[in-house]
């Protein structure tokens, strides 16, 4: 996927690329393997889990050895880096996902089953009980979507008031981006900005009438949420705080581009490149906020994934000419392979006189020499696809009404999906290779990237299992110094 993130918003010369991905300028690039205890297609709780323990675990479980009893919570437990790390000082977590989600869990909870999402918050606050390890008294940073599992009633943990409840052990509570900008840099500080995953990049920054109509305002007055931060505001503004309140002891802070991956399982690769696009400008701008503090030589970067999906681009697809053919056949000869795939056309910005442009408007040239597409809706896009998924329909152009549904189940029988007829509706139909009660897409078995730079930046090179990155982090920290 970053190839493709690099195509549409890098532009190249004579066969060169002008600018490249911060990732790319990286100095030490790894790759992880990313198998789990039981099976080789790992889920995104034990993956991460793999990452913050050192330890494989099982489909669904964070941070257990799974047993056979029937109950989610009293399988045996193993200590994660983020309670570790918490005896010598403290750290935050980010993400763009609803914050009970497996990544973001996975530094906290400990479960068989990643769907305790309750409980998962309680976690955040108050740890695990009756466990004789680290006194968890909270991350420093908590920022994210899901709001849910906060407001008091069916879904919260016991239906209690979870913005109260952090707001009494300390906490500053925001829920939009202005609050978030303005709040103390010196007080722990909860952000929760919408009901469920936050919006991605796309819709945010340029489809943004897709904000309205949700009712999903974090305070749960049924708004819509409009005034976001992005993975940027968020992980900026948590390096801010930590940075204020932990700077002689360190900190640890794990920030999460949580809908690449989302975006990925429902096939709307141009909302998952986009936040591939807004992770990278977040690496960049934290690189930056190093400097800034004048951290950046004493701070270690790690930038990876928990799991792939196996997508790729093979070609080009000229969406005029799709949608101008009547039959699925006809609509094939769109694509281009090899020679005929040319170069990318989202790095030329559209103007009414750009007959290769259907968006045939100036609007999109925000993003013009920054890390972005200078057009999101040309006439030649990526032909684009993974290797696993429902049966749905392509036309390889963007979705501007909001996130896509590839798959329906709209038969008598139960979990039978189909193609969503409202999707895509000028290209031709692509057959499934899942079983038909799949409605998106899987993740798949390879090795993912993983970049490095600072201290210890040389113990991330070359092949390795992703429960390494675990063990060199916690080499390189100190965490198996003694007690004293």
């Known amino acids: 996927m970053l190839s493709a993130a690099r195509l549409i918003a890098h532009q190249t010369v004579n066969g060169r690329y002008q600018s490249k991905l911060q990732m790319d300028q990286f100095p030490v690039l790894g790759h992880s393997m990313t198998h789990s205890l039981d099976s080789f297609i790992t889920d995104s709780a034990n993956s991460a889990t793999a990452l913050y323990t050192g330890h494989k675990s099982t489909v669904n479980a964070l941070n257990v050895y799974r047993d056979s009893s029937p109950s989610p919570f009293d399988d045996p437990k193993f200590e994660t880096i983020a309670e570790i790390f918490h005896r010598i000082t403290n750290g935050g977590i980010v993400s763009t996902a609803f914050i009970a989600d497996a990544t973001p869990a996975a530094m906290t909870a400990h479960t068989a089953d990643r769907g305790q999402y309750p409980h998962v918050v309680d976690t955040y606050l108050n740890g695990i009980t009756n466990y004789t390890w680290t006194n968890w008294t909270g991350p420093d940073v908590l920022f994210g979507g899901g709001a849910e599992q906060f407001i008091p009633g069916k879904t919260s943990y016991k239906g209690q008031d979870y913005y109260q409840l952090f707001k009494n052990k300390g906490y500053n509570v925001v829920m939009n981006n202005t609050a978030l900008s303005a709040t103390s840099n010196n007080e722990k500080t909860l952000g929760i900005f919408s009901i469920s995953n936050m919006p991605v990049w796309l819709d945010r920054n340029v489809y943004k009438q897709n904000l309205l109509g949700k009712s999903n305002s974090p305070d749960g007055k049924k708004g819509n949420a409009t005034d976001l931060p992005g993975l940027k505001e968020m992980t900026l503004k948590a390096i801010d705080i930590l940075n204020a309140r932990h700077r002689k002891e360190g900190w640890l802070l794990m920030s999460e581009a949580a809908s690449i991956d989302k975006q990925m399982h429902t096939l709307d690769y141009d909302r998952a490149l986009g936040d591939i696009l807004e992770l990278d400008d977040t690496v960049k701008a934290t690189m930056a906020k190093l400097k800034q503090l004048d951290s950046e030589k004493e701070t270690l970067v790690i930038v990876t994934a928990d799991h792939g ?19 699925d056949r006809e609509k094939r000869g769109a694509i281009g392979t090899y020679r005929e795939s040319g170069l990318s056309q989202y790095v030329i910005p559209g103007s009414p006189q750009d007959t290769n442009s259907l968006q045939n408007t100036s609007g999109l040239q925000y993003s013009q020499g920054a890390a972005f597409p200078a057009n999101w809706d040309p006439r030649y896009t990526l032909f684009s696809a993974v290797g696993a998924n429902p049966d749905h329909r392509e036309n390889y152009q963007v979705h501007k009404s909001g996130p896509r549904l590839p798959a329906v189940n709209t038969t008598a029988a139960e979990d039978d999906y189909i193609v969503n007829y409202k999707d895509a509706v000028t290209g031709f139909v692509v057959n499934g290779t899942l079983p038909v009660n799949n409605a998106q897409g ?20 070359g092949v390795y299992n992703n429960i390494n990155i675990f063990f060199n982090m916690a080499a390189c920290l100190g965490l198996g110094r003694p007690n004293k």
């Open 442 to 461: 899987v993740h798949s078995l390879t090795d993912v990237p993983v970049f490095a730079e600072g201290p210890c930046q040389e113990m991330f090179g």
């Open 309 to 327: 999906h196996g997508f790729d681009v093979a070609g080009s697809a000229d969406t005029k000419y799709l949608n101008a053919q009547k039959t």
